[in-house]
């Protein structure tokens, strides 16, 4: 599982950092999304899952390799 941001879409609601920390941060500039790591771990698959079901602006998403 290989997770994508797009920062152009990102609204910066924080959600995905608020949910993931491990994977996600925002920008201290303008709160869009950085991605700490593309690769889940086993067990926070689920919860990123989640986050790209849950993200406002649908910047994220998965591709499954
Ligand atoms: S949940 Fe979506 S809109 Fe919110 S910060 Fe993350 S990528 Fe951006």
């Known amino acids: 599982m290989r997770v994508r941001a797009d920062r152009e879409a990102c609204v910066g609601s924080g959600l ?3 949910r993931l920390p491990e994977l996600f941060d925002q920008s201290e500039d303008d709160g869009t999304v950085l991605l700490l790591r593309a690769e889940p771990e086993p067990d926070q698959e689920a919860a990123a ?3 790209v079901e849950v993200c406002p602006s649908r910047a994220l998403r ?3 390799a």
């Open 49 to 51: 899952l989640e986050v």
């Open 16 to 18: 995905c950092a608020l």
């Open 62 to 64: 998965i591709d499954r």
